[in-house]
């Protein structure tokens, strides 16, 4: 893969990214604050461009979103190397409850 792909599938991602948020934030507020772990003043800024703006801010050459899972423990309990899949829920369960704790202290 060379440099121009790599940066068209940047762009492509960020402009999949701020279309998803912008959905999620209108359709439940609360819910896309917790998904894409943003703060209340990031969804009213995503929520309120207009598709010009969305296309102007996703043409950049950086990524928009990051990965949330930044730790061992997170990464371990969402992959399940090695469990049966009757964890697996559990694993999962716990994963999201160690990102949401994060959300509320970022919040």
């Known amino acids: 893969m060379n440099a121009d792909q790599t940066l068209a599938d940047i762009r492509e991602a960020n402009l999949s990214y701020l279309m998803l948020a912008q959905n999620l934030i209108r359709i ?42 930044d730790d061992d423990v997170v990464w371990g309990l969402l992959t399940n190397h090695g469990k049966s899949a009757a964890n697996e829920t559990t694993s999962r369960l716990h994963a999201s409850i160690l990102m949401a704790g994060r959300h509320q202290e970022a919040a």
């Open 28 to 69: 439940d507020r609360e819910q896309a604050l917790y998904r894409l772990g943003i703060s209340e003043e990031s969804a009213q800024m995503i929520g309120l461009l207009s598709p010009a703006q969305m296309m102007k801010v996703a043409s950049g050459n950086t990524l928009l979103c990051r990965f949330r899972m």
